[in-house]
């Protein structure tokens, strides 16, 4: 007889769901013998997506876009009907905030590693020694071959402290709210490694392989995609594509066993249920709890998550009476502000905010600066607003204000990074046949890169139950 297999996804953030979703359509076009269930701890789905929309703004609470040259999302959201959904950001200047001056970002730059040279030596971000210490990327030696190391010890070798500081790191870590010289070059930004041990020099090696661009008058198009209702659409329609039953909510597994050929699910509810294959789309500090009696998940003690909050401030626009003509800044580390970055959403994103108002979006939450994520929300609104009337003129108190706080959100991918998971994961291969690990905390934390591990972990279980 063939009997029904269970197949459960643990927890409904946007890898969870991609992994629903997917498995869903592959069992209805095939006509296979599985059953899906995602179970998710709180009482909604999205995890970290989250948008707030108020008095005619859209605000996220959590991501606010993903790069439109990255396919898993593209291809999702073109699954799921939604492409005529997808805007693109406004663009304009950018700012980077160094030694407390705001400077415009060099033009010609990738990840703040210079393309075009010009620009780098008319910018007022360096000293003439910091420039010239940069060019030395251009006769540096190689990395050793094959290991892992810092992204601030590849940058600081190629380029000297000054780019590092004053724009590689404000953009690096703000990716990853982590810091530059504890995350892993392989698991983080492995192209680095890759145009090093081709071209020696990263800025040749950009060079030849940045894609030259057409000469056009137009405006050039903005490289991230938002969704036109905010991010949380796209998790109400996957929500809304799931069979009924698929979902259960307010639900957390809180044990996992295994026995024979199955495994035991505990749940917060007290049921049991069993599943013959599991996707754990969870955070990897769950697994060592779920998993409470097999040591191999002690690794992931090892594996760092850091706290930011997110700040949404909203004007009319005539309370700002200095404002600056851009998108945006970041922060260097050796300016005397708390907020690390903050974004001009109205102008970035114009659909997010109604006419005659201005919304500003901040981050604070440093990894040398966590307690301030536990601060009351009036005094981060004064210290937010301290930073800002640093660089403008803000006149009046915000019309109101959205504070989110990220507790452990950011997986910090340190050195190593990808040889304790690979470890895990094998170990789990043999001692835990079915069960597979996916989501944030492994290989990318970006919405795109957690679809794209959604969609894996179903390729997986698909290949794991065909035996
Ligand atoms: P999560 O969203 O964390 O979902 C995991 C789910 O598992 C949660 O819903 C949780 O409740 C549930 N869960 C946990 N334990 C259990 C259990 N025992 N049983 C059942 N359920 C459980 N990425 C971008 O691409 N662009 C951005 O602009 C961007 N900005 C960001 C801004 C912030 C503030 C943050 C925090 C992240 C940002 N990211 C961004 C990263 C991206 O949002 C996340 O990496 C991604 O959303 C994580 O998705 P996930 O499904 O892997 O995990």
Known sequence: MNETKRIVIVGGGITGLTAAYYLQKEIKENNLPYEVKLVEASDRLGGKIKTVRQDGYTIERGPDSFLSRKQPAVKLAEELGMTDQLVRNGTGQSYILVNNKLHKMPKGAFM??????RPFLFSGIFSPKGKLRAGFDFVIPKSKKGSDQSLGVFFRRRFGNELVENLIEPLLSGIYAGNIDDMSLMATFPNFYQLEQEHRSLIKGLQKTTPKKKKSTGKKPGMFFSFINGFESMIHTLENSLDEGVVSLNTSVDHVEKKDQDYHLLLSSGEVYKADAIVMATPHYTLPKVFSQYDM???????????VANVALAFDQSAIKKGIDGTGFVVSRNSDFRITACTWTHKKWPQSTPEGKALLRCYVGRPTDQS???????????????????????????????????????????????????????EASRELPGLFLSGSSYEGIGVPDCIGQGEKAVADVLEYLRG
């Open 372 to 426: 301030i994520v536990d601060f009351s929300d009036e005094e981060i609104i004064e210290i937010v607003l301290n930073d800002l009337n640093k660089t403008m003129n803000i006149t009046q108190k915000p019309e109101f204000s959205v504070i989110t706080r990220w507790q452990n959100a950011m997986p910090q991918y340190t050195v190593g990074h990808k040889e304790r998971i690979a470890k895990v994961r094998d």
């Open 112 to 117: 703040g590693i210079p393309v075009q040279v």
């Open 297 to 307: 998940f002690n690794e992931f003690h090892d594996i760092p998550a850091t706290s």
